[in-house]
């Protein structure tokens, strides 16, 4: 048995962890199904987040074959386990197109928890990942779809030296994360407000620090108060870098912590 923290830094709601970085905190904790130098290709795992992950605060981490869970307190928080699954990307967009569409990213004007580590307005340059989607034109025979630029901070490869290679990249959780909340904002998460329920995931490369990348988000289908997106994440030559699947769940945020309404804002 291993422990889990998260710290306060990787916040979603202000309360409790950011989902996309939690989930793949503990995905990275399988060692059955990490790659020998953590920088090339993982398989693709599934990570059902159960209750809000506490921050600060020692989560009990059980692994066996393929699989890992982490509790707290006698509750179960999040699950990780490898998948027989094929992620489709989400199209790409060229990196100018996902600069300016940062300009549009609705959560500059509402954001219901704007100290998210990856998509927060309120966090800073080297502290969030400040990754702010607006909307760009669908795929063809595809869904809605959002874009954002962003290029790693050297403070995100915390876990660098476990590489073999001698390339500085960001770690896997902020990869995670990465992929994270553009699902969300894809889906209109500023009228439609969400918490990550499911997120699985495919690395094929750790993102290099201090290189552009361009995240594209896709809608994919709502189901009662379930929404279905994707996300992939690109380097500068259009690479394929991660992609993901999400199931958000509709929350009131102020259970989380976060702001219900504009004219609350």
């Known amino acids: 048995m291993s422990e889990l923290i ?3 830094r990787f916040c979603g709601p202000p309360e409790s962890g950011n989902g996309g970085w939690t989930a793949g905190s503990l995905a990275s904790m399988d060692g059955d199904d990490c790659p020998g130098d953590r920088a090339e290709s993982w398989p693709t795992i599934e990570v059902v987040l159960r209750q809000p992950p506490p921050l600060d605060t020692a989560m009990q981490v059980t692994t066996d074959e393929h699989a890992a869970s982490a509790s707290f307190g006698g509750a179960l928080i999040a699950e990780a386990r490898l998948v027989e699954h094929t992620l489709t990307e989400v199209e790409p967009v060229d990196a100018e ?3 300016a569409a940062q300009a549009s990213y609705p959560g500059h004007d509402f954001h219901p928890f704007p100290t998210c580590f990856a998509c927060g307005t309120a966090r800073e340059e080297g502290d969030g990942l400040r990754i702010f ?3 760009v034109d669908p795929a063809p025979g595809g869904g809605e779809r959002a874009a954002s630029a962003w290029t790693p901070h050297p403070s995100l490869s915390e876990d660098w030296h476990t590489y073999v290679d001698d390339v500085r990249r ?3 959780a902020s990869t995670w994360a990465a992929l994270d909340c553009i699902g969300a904002w894809s889906a209109d998460f500023g009228e439609r407000l969400m918490v990550l329920g499911r997120m699985t995931t495919r690395i094929d490369t750790l993102p290099v620090v201090g290189e ?3 995240v594209v988000g896709e809608k ?3 189901e009662g108060r379930k929404t279905f997106t994707a996300s992939t994440l690109y380097d500068a030559d259009g690479r394929v870098v991660g992609t993901a699947e999400h199931v958000w769940i509709s929350v009131d945020p102020t259970a989380f912590g976060g702001t219900a309404s504009r004219s609350r804002a």
């Open 97 to 99: 197109t996902a600069l």
């Open 220 to 222: 994919r289908g709502a």
């Open 170 to 172: 960001a770690s896997v």
């Open 6 to 8: 998260v710290p306060r």
């Open 212 to 214: 552009p990348h361009v």
């Open 133 to 135: 989607p607006g909307q």
